[in-house]
């Protein structure tokens, strides 16, 4: 492949449920629908910026057919991309890559999930290029390694061979994936220089990720080959493809898989316990979005989607979040159990609040 | 005064403003108005139920001028005196007092405010008749003195001379009025048995109140006596009368004061933590007023007035209300401090949601 002639699409992953940003997140409006962005945008606008920063107007959104709509009344200009049913990063990438790749055999992709925050978009960029310089070059996968400033288990990381450099942008071989890791484990990546939080985001050219396919999860290279190509129906043979992530199902096992240390201000916006990093807090070390007071306490995020006001007195360290027709209280420390909540929901017959 | 020519009024006083139930009551719709009661009824025809035992038809209720509409939607067939601003219980009495007394002058009052629970309404109905009783034998003024359950001190308290007996219903001299007690105070009252929580209902003729507000407090004696009599208008001499309670006023001071102990099940609806006596606790102690889920949690109180879900996940007594435009979140140990928000509400220019 010579890099004169490839075509640089962004794909946007739009598809996740976002159970862990409930009540905000439905299952019709998933977070990147929301607008949780700095500026008051939405996720997903903000991923298909950072996208056509390096793409231009050639930027796809990749989002279940449930979400189709919604995600139309945000971003009516993008094209989309619709699964039938949500599978997994695998499948959505794969149909991505076939569908740009019919029109455009020699199409590069770079990856971008729709759901996180990015405060330094130029250095973002910087550094997609020069992962994207790696594979048009070499036909590698380039990712992008997240520099960690915390000891952070909720990520998975991506061991290098040595001490990532301080601050020229430079092309690493990826040693391997490593699964989310426990506290201890999490200190020691932290202190060693050689682990990077690993941002799913990456770019490879669309014929390399379909041979991948091919290669690791057959069944799923030709359903998505046959659908692009008008062979296949998309509502009959997607729902049986393998749901797994493209992580698991390539990347672990891929040759040439480089990265490119990147320290951007990035965060995946996985739980209401980001907000402070996105929207910032006041003196008091509360954060709020919508009408608030807050007396006597700190710690606390406060997130009301419309004119409601949330008032808060004597606790600290709480998420209180109305959105819609619910309200959510948990302590900040357990943003992650929403999905919890979501479960109970439902088991109590009270899924019509999902 | 003969017992057998007077005719009773029960006289519901409803002015309160009700902070401490923010943000279910609101400037123009106060705790009195809100469906607590344990059927889901409103304190206030729960009032009107307990005065109607007494009185019947001739019930009365007092409430301020910008409450009289939203009084008017909940109880349109009961008879309203409205004063023009609210000026506290010694205004607010003599003024229902006058007007009764202005058209039967035998009038006896049993006067009973609209914000609280009596689970025994039979036991009430009979205290008031004892007290009735030495009413319209002696001239009395009648209380009622709640047998104290714990070492309360957010309540006034009645001393009499010896110990309260348990069973039977008695009149009892009261000896003095003693303000809220501090925690060690309220303690020894309740060791004591001398001391009875003076629930704020009580009984006297329209003539002895007026009597006793012309010695007391003669400016409000004469203003009532002129409004009710056609002589002066109220909307111009009620604003400047002295705003003071009916027991700082008269009580404190008058002669043949006499309490009716009773333990009927009465709670003072003063704040968000009286809510679980009324409506009682499930399996894991939480109390819930509309939809709701709580996980992980004990001694929760959720309180949403119409479909909005309230979500709790691992937090215990805290206070989460939804109510119009606003939601509330503090600790149950802070209920009384529900003020504190609403004068920061209206520090901050949010008077909008009061």
């Known amino acids: 492949v010579c890099h004169d002639i490839t075509v640089r699409h962004a794909v946007i992953l739009a598809g996740g449920s976002g159970t862990r940003l409930w009540p905000a997140s439905r299952?019709?409006?998933?977070?990147?629908?929301?607008?949780?962005?700095?500026?008051g945008?939405?996720?997903?606008?903000?991923?298909?910026?950072?996208?056509?920063?390096i793409a231009g107007p050639r930027v796809v959104v990749v989002t279940a057919a449930s979400q189709v709509e919604a995600t139309r009344e945000v971003v009516p200009d993008v094209e989309l991309i619709a699964e039938p049913v949500g599978r997994n990063t695998a499948a959505a990438l794969g149909l991505a890559a076939a569908t740009l790749a019919e029109r455009d055999p020699s199409a590069v992709?770079?990856?971008?999930p729709a759901d996180q925050h990015v405060a330094d978009e130029p250095g973002l960029t910087a550094a997609l290029e020069a992962a994207l310089a790696a594979v048009e070059r070499d036909d590698a996968i380039g990712t992008i390694g997240i520099a960690p400033t915390r000891a952070e288990t909720g990520f998975g990381y991506l061991e290098v061979d040595q001490a990532v450099p301080g601050a020229a942008t430079q092309v690493m071989p990826v040693r391997r994936f490593v699964e989310k890791p426990d506290r201890a484990t999490a200190e020691a990546y932290l202190a060693s220089g050689r682990y990077l939080w690993n941002a799913g985001m990456f770019c490879a050219s669309a014929a390399r990720?379909?041979?991948?396919?091919?290669?690791q999860l057959p069944a799923t290279g030709r359903a998505v080959r046959d659908i692009a190509a008008g062979r296949a129906r998309a509502d009959e043979v997607y729902p049986a493809l393998a749901s797994i992530s493209i992580d698991h199902a390539v990347m672990e096992r891929a040759a040439r898989v480089v990265t490119v240390?990147?320290?951007?201000g990035w965060d995946d916006v996985g739980s209401w316990a980001a907000l402070p990093a996105l929207r910032g807090t006041d003196g008091d070390g509360n954060t709020a979005v919508g009408p608030s007071v807050i007396i006597g306490g700190t710690g606390n995020i406060a997130i009301s989607d419309d004119d409601t006001l949330i008032a808060i007195a004597g606790v600290s360290d709480v998420v209180v979040v109305k959105a819609g027709d619910a309200i959510l209280v948990l302590p900040r420390s357990e943003a992650q159990d929403v999905r919890k909540i979501v479960e109970a929901l439902s088991a109590r017959g009270l899924a019509r609040y999902l």
């Open 109 to 112: 992709l770079v990856v971008l």
């Open 27 to 39: 299952r019709a409006r998933p977070k990147q629908l929301l607008p949780l962005a700095p500026g």
């Open 41 to 53: 945008g939405t996720l997903l606008e903000a991923a298909i910026r950072r996208g056509g920063a």
């Open 261 to 264: 240390p990147a320290a951007v």
């Open 209 to 215: 990720l379909l041979g991948e396919l091919d290669a």
